[in-house]
């Protein structure tokens, strides 16, 4: 049975590899940016990105010990730059990044990453860009960009509507 399970376990990994290991000529393109709808929120733009400040320090991790989150923050012009890191999948797991930059207006905000690269440890490749094609699970690698752009999101919006207590 032992046996069994390491060959099942070469078989996946080979299986794996090979959407990780697809040469720029095979790649039709990259996930290169994930931009959020723009949002609808009480508050001047100031007002807007202080409130995305905490959220973002509440909700984001730098990827590295001791990294720096907040790369920029002009809470007058309403723009916040900083680093996300967060990981999605089961088998296998992976960790993603990207530069987050929040935008905020007049009554609205929107959130757009950049630079989105994706690492294994189990198959020691790298952080990489991540490819559109077959068997690489971009898809679910922008579902977890998405999901952490709602959640900052979903904090501002909260955090307008508990100001006052």
Same mark, same amino acid.
């Given at each position: ?43 001047? $733009? !100031? /007002?807007?990105?202080? *409130?995305? =400040? ?12 001791? #990294? ?35 935008? $905020? !207006? /007049?009554?609205?905000? *929107?959130? =757009? ?12 490749? #790298? ?39």
């Amino acid at each position: 049975m032992d046996g069994q399970l390491k060959y099942a376990l070469k078989i996946v990994t080979v299986i794996a590899l090979s959407g990780v290991m697809t040469t720029n000529a095979e790649a039709a393109e990259y996930l290169r940016e994930v931009a959020s709808k723009v949002y609808q929120t009480p508050g001047t $733009a !100031r /007002e807007i990105a202080t *409130r995305a =400040q905490t959220c973002i320090s509440q909700y984001l991790a730098s990827g590295a010990v001791g #990294g720096q989150l907040i790369i920029n923050a002009d809470l007058d012009g309403g723009i916040i730059v900083a680093n996300s890191a967060i990981e999605y999948g089961s088998m296998p797991r992976w960790k993603i990044r990207s530069r987050f930059t929040f935008e $905020a !207006r /007049e009554g609205r905000f *929107r959130i =757009q990453q950049t630079n989105l690269e994706r690492f294994n440890d189990q198959f020691n490749v #790298g952080w990489n860009p991540i490819g559109k094609w077959a068997g690489s699970q971009w898809c679910k690698a922008e579902e977890a960009f998405v999901g952490s752009a709602a959640t900052v999101a979903q904090c501002v919006q909260s955090k307008a509507a508990r100001d006052d207590w």
